[in-house]
Nanobody, 114 residues
């Protein structure tokens, strides 16, 4: 069974940076794209950034602040988050989109607070 393991979340002050990592426990074949999503309590999960053969895509509220990248040799996808603000506080989920469906990680908490 494929598992996506996230790391890198935590507490950071406003204006600070964090880098999230998502590693698959085994290679996923036919991945259309990898992505990061976030969800607040009681809210729907929303797209933050995705990366695939066609390039990367970002939600408007993170453009210019977050960068998604992928190291295929390590089966790892990263989300570099800069200029973090309190409204970025959420649980962040990694996703692998395949023709057979989407795999999700367990989520990692990001808290931006002074």
């Amino acid at each position: 069974q494929v598992q996506l393991v996230e790391s890198g979340g935590g507490l950071v002050q406003p204006g600070g940076s964090l880098r999230l990592s998502c590693t698959t426990t085994r290679s996923i074949f036919s991945v259309n794209a990898m992505g990061w999503y976030r969800q607040a309590p009681g809210q729907q999960r929303g797209m933050v950034a995705t990366i695939g053969d066609g390039g990367s895509n970002y939600a408007d509220f993170v453009k210019g602040r977050f960068i998604i990248s992928r190291d295929n040799a390590k089966d790892t996808t990263y989300l570099q988050m800069n200029s973090l603000q309190p409204e970025d506080t959420d649980v962040y989920y990694c996703a692998a989109m395949t023709p057979g469906g989407t795999y999700w990680g367990q989520g990692t908490q990001v808290t931006v607070s002074s």
